[in-house]
């Protein structure tokens, strides 16, 4: 799928509250430095995760679904199989009537879930990784797409 620069801008510009589905408690893995990184740059990061809900991640309690969170989020990112979208996108429309955008994962599509957010208002991004992007656009984007963090001064 191919997106406009100026989508991407107004998405990030409109954006400050952002619940990242399927994160992990793994440092390595990338739904964790995704959040992580959200959340170094000013976002306000929910993580929502069934598997380790109650616990602690980035100073935030980890809920075990959507419908849990507190307030409102603007984005929903998704870290979980296309198959499993659809419920998460219905569970997002029907707890955040003010919601901005679903933003897939790098591998994660589906079109009918997408339409249904769509037709509701919502700005739907798939196959992407907003920490890419974000790098990218604001001249942060290092070899391989990968600025996860400190760079040793051993090297």
Sequence with gaps: MSYPDSLFRLIFEQTKRIAVVGVSMNPVRPSYFVARYLGLKGFDVVPVNPMHAGETLFDKKICAS????EGSV?????????DAVPEIV????????????????????????????????VT?????CPKIEYQRLFGELRMGGFATGRISSKL
């Design 74 to 82: 603007d984005m929903v990112d998704i870290f979980r199989r296309s």
């Design 90 to 121: 219905d569970e997002a429309l029907a707890t955040f009537p003010e919601l901005q955008t679903i933003w897939m994962q790098i591998g994660v599509r589906h079109p009918q879930a997408a339409a249904v957010a769509e037709a509701r208002g």
């Design 124 to 128: 739907v991004i798939e196959g992407r």
């Design 66 to 69: 959507l419908s849990e969170i």
